[in-house]
């Protein structure tokens, strides 16, 4: 079960194996990765999120990470 917060402040939730996240093109913020692993199964950064780098790289980070789905 995923819990989230709407726009609007709402809660609500969904039911759910596989969760993936597109927060944007900076880098996330310190310690966001690791307050999810406290919830979830399992948690895989790729990109900007894992190291900083060119969006080559990126790709290929998220290309292997949803081979692994």
Do not use: K, Y
Request: glycine share 16%.
């Amino acid at each position: 079960m995923v819990r989230f917060e709407r726009q609007d402040g709402t809660a609500d939730e969904v039911a759910a194996d596989t969760v993936v996240l597109a927060i944007g093109w900076r880098p996330t913020a310190p310690g966001f990765i690791e307050g999810l692993n406290g919830g979830a199964g399992e948690v895989v950064a790729v990109g900007d999120a894992d190291t900083i780098g060119d969006f080559v790289s990126a790709i290929n980070a998220g290309a292997d990470a949803g081979l692994t789905i």
